[in-house]
């Protein structure tokens, strides 16, 4: 059985229908990548799985509905949206304590845990969230993400306006957990070249609809894919 | 046009300034409490203050004494404010400002007339928790229950200071106030957070007004004034600053209370009309306070 299931997922903003009737799984431990063009429904398609958009249709993980964006939280599910969702005002420490607010007992191994995958928030932690730099707050935003030891992992445009090196540190570290820890993700990306390489699997958003799902090794393999996000 | 000076009269004056600051300090910290997390400011503050100081006078006219009473009233009000969003607040929780500023107006119209209803009008004393006699301190004649009042106060910001800077549910407070969508994310249940600042306000403001009472007589329209104060307080310190609140309270309490002592035509009648002008002021030259953020709007 998968750990997440999308069956027929609509979605929309006010009148403006997003998604029309999205299916799509992730199993236990899984990486898959969404693709698409702008304005294709990504980022939806993850507001959709916390619950953080108006939607109808099935949602599940572990096969118990989702409903609302505290109780995908609470059932294990860690969303790190557009825009990367920190808390500017509160310090680095406060926004690590925040992640692991569903969390009951000692969470001094998890703050360690990211510390050691991002160094550089052990030097800023009495720091503001907000004087980051945006590699810092994506590391922040995936490090608060962590905190809470999700079953799933959601991430939106993480490469969005770092630079190469960063987002190279950032997918490393995502390979990382999702190798070593079994931590599943969902990640949505512009940046096809890169998604294709982390995940096993991907789905392709057009208008709202999945049009192509596959094997990343298929997915490139595929012509109209790889004119259309690939770019060769 | 100065009045008489001496020094031990300015000694006991500034004491009994920072006492009167200090119940706007508390009141002013509940209205910031409130406002932090809605953007509304709750008109009803002073009424329900003034309800809890009555269940305190009622409990005491059981047989409790005042320091029993206390803490039974402080439970009492949280959960009447955590009842109190969760019935006429939540329905309105997505409308817009304006609509729960009118509501808590409402609700201040309908908890005056329960007070007449159940303790009826007039105005009647009520027997605080601190001795009425003062102590002798290099000449100057201090007021055991100022000083008790600003202890009580004391006490409280630090409580409340350590209450939400070190716990869990204090960060998901602040943090839920800062950022809903974002808490909600991490999995805060972020109108419950709001139900628990409505309890904190309730609870803040009980504690302003079984101080005040002693100091003048308990009836329904007891906090009326005194809201008006705070309101003056929490501008001056900034609306949605905690901090901001205190210092805006013990600056208002000793400046009008000195200007009342010292400008003989100020006296006590027109320690009001100051409040008023120091909020007008404060809107117009500082909009965000000393303490606060100023919200911009791009148009």
């Known amino acids: ?232 | 046009m100065l009045a008489s000076f001496t020094w031990s009269e300015f000694a006991e004056q500034i004491v009994s300034g920072l006492a009167d600051g200090s119940v706007y300090a508390s009141l002013a910290l509940a209205l910031v409490l409130i406002y932090r997390s809605t953007r509304a400011i709750n008109f009803a503050q002073g009424e329900m203050a003034t309800f809890s100081t009555f269940i305190a006078w009622s409990l005491m006219n059981h047989g409790l004494s005042f320091w029993e009473a206390f803490p039974v009233v402080l439970a009492i009000s949280f959960v009447g404010g955590v009842a109190v969003e969760r019935v006429i607040i939540r329905p309105v929780e997505q409308a817009p400002v304006l609509t729960i500023v009118i509501i808590t107006l409402g609700l201040a119209l309908l908890l005056n007339g329960l007070m007449y209803v159940i303790w009826g009008g007039g105005d009647r004393p009520f027997k605080g928790g601190f001795s009425s006699s003062t102590v002798e301190v290099a000449g100057a004649h201090i007021s055991i229950q100022y000083i008790g009042i600003i202890g009580v106060l004391a006490l409280l910001v630090v409580v409340l200071g350590l209450f939400f800077r070190y716990t869990k549910l204090g960060l998901a407070l602040r943090a839920a106030a800062l950022n809903p969508d974002s808490s909600r994310l991490v999995g805060v249940r972020v109108s419950w957070m709001l139900a628990l600042g409505w309890g904190l306000a309730a609870l803040v403001g009980a504690v302003a007004g079984m101080m005040v009472a002693p100091l003048q007589f308990l009836g329904p329209n007891m906090m009326q004034a005194v809201l008006l104060y705070a309101f003056a307080a929490a501008v001056l310190g900034g609306l949605d600053s905690p901090v901001g609140a205190v210092v805006g309270g013990l600056i208002l309490g000793l400046t009008i209370d000195l200007l009342g002592r010292y400008v003989g035509y100020i006296g006590s009648t027109l320690k009001l009309p100051v409040a008023l002008l120091l909020i007008l002021v404060f809107l117009f030259f500082r909009p965000g306070g000393l303490f606060g953020s100023v919200a911009t709007r791009r148009v």
């Not at chain 1, 304005?39 to 096969?63: C, H, I």
């Not at chain 1, 809470?148 to 993480?158: I, T, V, Y």
């Open chain 1, 1 to 232: 059985m998968s750990l997440l299931e999308l069956r027929n997922v609509e979605a929309r903003y006010g009148p403006v229908r997003a998604l029309h009737g999205v299916s799509l799984n992730v199993g236990e431990g899984e990486f898959v990548a969404v693709l698409g063009a702008n304005g294709a429904g990504k980022t939806t398609t993850l507001r959709a799985v916390s619950g953080t958009v108006r939607r109808n249709g099935d949602v599940r993980l572990g096969g118990k509905k989702l409903r609302t964006p505290e109780g995908a939280a609470r059932a294990g599910v860690a969303h790190v949206p557009e825009g990367r969702g920190t808390f500017a005002e509160l310090s680095v420490w406060e926004n690590l304590r925040l992640g692991s607010y569903t969390r009951r007992g000692s969470t001094k191994e998890d703050v360690q845990r990211v510390f050691a995958l991002f160094p550089v928030l052990d030097r800023r932690r009495d720091q503001q969230a907000g004087t980051l730099s945006g590699g810092e707050q994506q590391m922040l935003a995936l490090g608060r993400a962590l905190m809470a030891r999700p079953r799933l992992l959601l991430l939106d445009e993480p490469s969005l306006g770092l630079a190469p090196l960063i987002v190279k540190e950032i997918f490393d570290v995502l390979a990382k957990l999702n190798r070593d820890e079994g931590t599943a993700v969902l990640v949505v990306e512009q940046n096809a070249n890169l998604a294709l390489a982390a995940a096993a699997r991907a789905y392709v958003l057009e208008v709202g609809r999945v049009v192509v799902d596959g094997p990343s090794d298929e997915l490139r393999a595929n012509e109209s894919v790889r004119r259309s996000y690939l770019g060769y």
